[in-house]
T-cell receptor, first 115, second 113 residues
Framework: AQKITQTQPGMFVQEKEAVTLDCTYDTSDPSYGLFWYKQPSSGEMIFLIYQGSYDQQNATEGRYSLNFQKARKSANLVISASQLGDSAMYFCAMRLETSYDKVIFGPGTSLSVIP | DVKVTQSSRYLVKRTGEKVFLECVQDMDHENMFWYRQDPGLGLRLIYFSYDVKMKEKGDIPEGYSVSREKKERFSLILESASTNQTSMYLC????????????FGSGTRLTVV
């Protein structure tokens, strides 16, 4: 079965510290993509970062990096130098490229940044 | 500025009503999706479409249907609304194989009373 697991319902981090949000996935598809989205209290979904299953290097976008461990089927998001504006829900998602690009999401992690 | 537009931000309907949620994108994307979002459950895929008149069931299609007569428009239909369909509904679109992810609409908060 194809599934995304995020085991941390809620997390706290001190401002300016780094934080890791966990994501594990399960799929038998050989080709897939992994995404992270941010959803602030306003409700909009904001794309953060993408990692392809065949990419050799971990993806980075500014303060966001994706720690991709294919053998472990994990795709953790690392946010460096946390800011108050990083407080939001974070969703890990997986695109199944052999299923018409169907995307499934995890349950999300609520991150709170403390001043 | 590229956009996915959902016709209503808030909607209140009565049990048994037929409800239409409309979604329009202006990016010429092939793929369009409907999700519902509930606390603790994340986003669950209801239906998606990879081409005009083509549709695929997602993980929770029961009680819903969809229509895609034109590339830019993807409609979600609740044939007979029930209270357990009270939720936030999110529409999204994407290019096939794109690496930047979805573009989401702003969501429709549907309450069925």
């Amino acid at each position: 079965a194809q599934k995304i697991t995020q085991t941390q319902p809620g997390m706290f981090v001190q401002e300016k510290e780094a934080v890791t949000l966990d994501c594990t996935y399960d799929t038998s598809d050989p080709s897939y993509g992994l995404f992270w989205y941010k959803q602030p209290s306003s409700g909009e979904m904001i794309f953060l970062i993408y990692q392809g299953s065949y990419d050799q290097q971990n993806a980075t976008e500014g303060r966001y990096s994706l720690n991709f461990q294919k053998a472990r089927k994990s795709a953790n998001l690392v946010i460096s130098a946390s800011q108050l504006g990083d407080s939001a829900m974070y969703f890990c998602a997986m695109r199944l490229e052999t299923s018409y690009d169907k995307v499934i999401f995890g349950p999300g992690t609520s991150l709170s940044v403390i001043p | 500025d590229v956009k996915v537009t959902q016709s209503s931000r808030y909607l209140v309907k009565r049990t048994g009503e037929k409800v239409f949620l409309e979604c329009v994108q202006d990016m010429d994307h092939e793929n369009m999706f409907w999700y519902r979002q509930d606390p603790g459950l994340g986003l669950r895929l209801i239906y998606f479409s990879y081409d005009v008149k083509m549709k695929e069931k997602g993980d929770i299609p029961e009680g819903y249907s969809v229509s895609r007569e034109k590339k830019e428009r993807f409609s979600l239909i609740l044939e007979s609304a029930s209270t357990n369909q009270t939720s936030m509904y999110l529409c999204a679109s994407s290019l096939f194989g794109g690496t930047y992810g979805y573009t989401f609409g702003s969501g429709t908060r549907l309450t069925v009373v």
